[in-house]
């Protein structure tokens, strides 16, 4: 080996970090999310506030920054901004400003983002939530994510590549579009519980109305910033995964970074502080540039827009109606019943377990279905058979099936007529299940308010409750089985759930088979 090689291992072998050991270190996880506000308007301009519109159809002269326009702010924008910080445990500032943020892209016409960096709208909140990891874990843990800061901040255009013409083109419809950007701090270990953070905060945006929450749309997009250190130790370099597509995908992305990061320090290497995009399609995550600090952005105040002062409490003698102030206190009296208080009331009211409301609340489409089924006038349901069947039969057909919850056209009615019938021992899950088969083949025909009695009659799945016929598939089944009998009656307890499963055979499993084991039990003795 010459001498610069070796010079070369020498140094590179003093310099190199020590190795870690894998199972010493642990990821730590925080996100940045943005929520586009569901205002008819944009934040600073008139242009409309549109998906799916024409290319360039929803730009003022704003928007594409003509000079000598200027920024009008958007009170609807506030007010829901202001709503989801309330919460979100919040506390609202009585003045927020607005900052410019530079960063030179062609789909940002003015060569800044104005948003609020120096004095937000609302600081030092909380989300608790509910983590639930499947095949791990039979009841959920709770996890706590402090709030570092919520603000109001503008969209940027969208840029589109053609690489067959070597063109590059940019569509400003979404340019200016109002989004609320919330900073949660490093509070999460784990690619579940980055998951489980946004589904909560999706259902708390739904509930206020105050965001559409569809991914696949752009309207909630989530920065995940992670590191690894080993415990009682400073936290490691961060890397930052920009624009990840959907809540698997969060948990999915968090993950593997925390896995890479742990192989690279695990053999003596460096992370460096850099950007990365998740590519859903190899389930990797990629570089796309080093990371900005905050220098680089070169934030000043906006000139163009004075503070935002708001009326945050009753004893604010200095402001009155007319100044025109958003009232906080009236928002926060219009918040409706927020999920974790639903859950809690589910098991209060109706004696589920928390893994069970859990489930429940956090599928809108399903939380609707239990709560239009139990609290039907004039009928006894009860709560828990209904969260079975729906969690147990319901979802099992749709995942089946590849559906969700939101895309199925059977009605409520419909599947409080399948519950009625498992209650009056007349229907068992296995056919509650075919008869779930039945109403999506339905689905694209003009009868959709086919009654599920219909069908049982018609396929002849009633429960056979008729004791003489049960005593009949019994007898079959002890006379085709006798080594079985010999088995049972030697002392193999076991053997009767074998002789069991023999007449649900036989039937075509519509025997009741309570009733069929306490006649086998008789018949064997």
């Known amino acids: ?52 519109a024409a290319v360039n159809t929803c730009v003022s002269l704003f928007d594409a920054s003509i000079p000598g326009t200027l920024p009008v702010l958007n009170r609807s924008a506030v007010e829901l901004g202001i709503k989801t910080a309330l919460a979100l445990g919040c506390e609202v500032n009585a003045m927020s400003m607005f900052d410019r943020k530079h960063y ?5 016409p003015a060569g800044y983002q104005i948003t609020q960096q120096h004095a937000p709208l609302a600081t030092r909140g909380f989300l608790s939530f509910p983590v639930l990891i499947p095949g791990k874990s039979k009841a959920p843990y709770y996890k706590t994510a402090s709030i570092h800061q919520l603000q109001l901040e503008q969209d ?3 840029s589109l590549h053609d690489p067959v013409e070597r063109k590059s083109l940019v569509d400003l419809n979404r340019a200016g579009m109002p989004l609320i950007e919330i900073v949660f701090e490093p509070d999460l270990e784990t690619g579940e519980e980055a998951a489980s953070l946004v589904k909560e905060l999706i259902l708390i945006l739904m509930r206020l109305k105050s965001c559409s929450c569809k991914m696949e749309e752009g309207a909630l997009r989530v920065d995940a910033n992670i590191s690894v250190h080993e415990h ?106 927020l999920p974790e208080e639903t859950r809690q009331r589910i098991m209060a009211t109706y004696g589920v377990s928390p893994t069970i409301a859990m489930i429940l609340v956090n599928d809108v489409t399903l939380h609707d279905h239990f709560h239009s ?16 069947f729906l969690i147990n039969e319901f979802l099992t057909i749709l995942h089946r099936n590849k559906m969700e919850p939101t895309e199925c056209s059977i009605r409520s009615t419909q599947l409080a007529k399948i519950v ?100 086998l039990k008789k018949m064997l003795k």
């Open 1 to 52: 080996m010459s001498l610069p090689n070796r010079l070369y291992r020498y140094f590179a072998s003093t310099a190199a970090p020590a190795r870690k050991a894998r199972t010493a270190l642990k990821g730590v996880v925080g996100l940045e999310v943005h929520a586009q506000l569901e205002t008819q308007s944009k934040l600073f301009s008139g242009a409309r506030a549109e998906f799916g």
């Open 104 to 108: 030179f892209y062609a789909d940002l």
């Open 156 to 158: 940027s255009g969208k």
């Open 232 to 337: 009682n130790t400073p936290l490691g370099t961060r890397t930052e995964v920009k624009n990840i597509g959907s809540v698997r995908a969060v948990a999915q992305a968090v993950d593997y970074e925390i896995n890479r990061q742990m192989d690279i320090l695990a053999v003596g290497g460096i992370i460096h502080n850099e950007t990365r995009s998740w590519d859903a399609a190899g389930r990797v995550t990629v570089p796309m540039r080093d990371k900005e600090v905050v220098q680089d952005y070169r934030f000043m105040p906006e000139p163009n827009l004075p503070p935002l002062h708001l009326k945050v409490n009753n004893e604010q003698t200095d402001a009155t109606d007319e100044d025109g102030l958003i009232d906080v206190q009236k928002i926060k009296q219009s918040l409706p019943e």
């Open 373 to 388: 089924i139990v609290e039907e006038e004039h009928q006894n349901r009860p709560p828990k058979l209904v969260a079975n």
């Open 420 to 519: 009625d019938m498992i209650q009056q021992n007349q229907l068992n899950a296995h056919y509650a299940r075919l008869v779930l088969h039945e109403l999506l083949n339905t689905e694209g025909s003009q009868d959709l308010q086919t009654c599920p009695i219909e069908i049982v009659s018609s396929n002849n799945w009633f429960l056979i409750t008729d004791e003489s016929q049960i005593d009949q598939h019994c007898q079959q089944v002890i006379d085709m089985n006798p080594k079985l009998v010999k088995q049972y009656r030697s002392g193999k307890e076991k053997m009767l759930y074998a002789l069991a499963g023999e007449v649900a055979k036989t039937s075509e499993q519509k025997v009741d088979m309570v009733k069929a084991v306490e006649f």
